[in-house]
């Protein structure tokens, strides 16, 4: 009688052995298949596979009930790009803001110089044209010219440009910091759409499509990720400086979900 009870009980902890591993077998792969997918409240087009914040609102991105593998087509399947969702990058006149601004010093006698930005180079006009030089604190405001020396490098984004002083004799002092305004210039620029410029760890990028031919569609998996070199923002377009051409097409709709769409994010190269 009591080996039949062992027995019976051995056999029940087996079974209670059994079950336990498994619910967490099965529980782990319910895990591994419902990984949460993250998504902005104010821009769902935003999403990502891990906690983060909304690049377009700085909100934070809360968890859906989409899983991961919910954001990508099944192995093998070609996702068709809606038209609507394309743009074609195009070189129109930049007049805004008005006024270009940028940091700028007294380097020396009748002298300043100012840091600007590479998209506003053309926007300052031709040597002698004007602009205004006000110190910090307000201690002067002169009127300067643009002096007719070449601009010289001051790092990856600036340059700096020399003015020279419309009035020595009331000129600020040798050092003073300031900033320079000047009258935009209308300049022509590459522009796209501001939601088409993704971000990454390795700077800005955007999907680049195949040029469109005819009724032929685009695929998600024809797309790729193209670094850009990018300038100033103004009513919801994004000045490209470098890594674009003319008349070739980017996703500007829905940018992020594609680009997730696309799997795992490889650093780019180094430019020459």
């Not at 501001?194 to 005819?214: F, H, K, M, Q």
């Not at 300038?231 to 500007?252: C, I, Q, Y």
């Not at 940018?255 to 650093?267: K, M, R, T, V, W």
Request: proline residues 9%; negative net charge.
């Amino acid at each position: 009688m009591m080996v039949a009870v062992r027995v019976l009980l051995l056999i029940l902890g087996l079974s209670a052995v059994l079950v336990a591993v498994r619910a967490v077998y099965e529980g782990g792969s319910r895990r591994t298949r419902g990984e949460p997918a993250y998504v902005c409240p104010m821009h769902p087009e935003v999403r990502q596979r891990a906690p983060g914040e909304c690049p377009l609102c700085r909100m934070a991105l809360v968890e859906t009930s989409e899983s991961r593998s919910d954001l990508r087509p099944p192995a093998g399947e070609r996702v068709a790009i809606d038209v609507a969702d394309l743009s074609v990058v195009e070189r129109r006149p930049v007049t805004e803001p008005h006024e270009v601004t940028a940091p700028a010093w007294i380097d020396g006698p009748g002298g300043v110089t100012a840091a600007i930005h590479d998209d506003d180079l053309c926007a300052l006009g031709e040597p002698g044209a004007r602009a205004s030089f006000v110190a910090s604190g307000g201690r002067a405001h002169v009127e300067v010219r643009r002096a007719d020396v070449r601009p010289t490098r001051r790092d990856a984004s600036r340059s700096m440009v020399r003015y020279s002083l419309e009035a020595p004799a009331s000129s600020p002092q040798l050092g003073d910091v300031g900033v320079l305004i000047a009258p935009r210039k209308a300049c022509e620029w590459l522009v796209v759409p501001s939601s088409a410029i993704l971000e990454s760890a390795d700077g800005p990028y955007v999907l680049a499509a195949p040029r469109i031919v005819g009724a032929n569609p685009v695929y998600a998996n024809d797309l790729t990720r193209r670094p850009v070199h990018v300038g100033g923002r103004f009513s919801n377009a994004t000045v490209v400086l470098d890594g674009l051409h003319e008349a070739e097409t980017v996703v500007a709709k829905n940018a992020y979900s594609i680009d997730a769409e696309l799997g795992p994010h490889q650093p780019f190269e180094e430019r020459p």
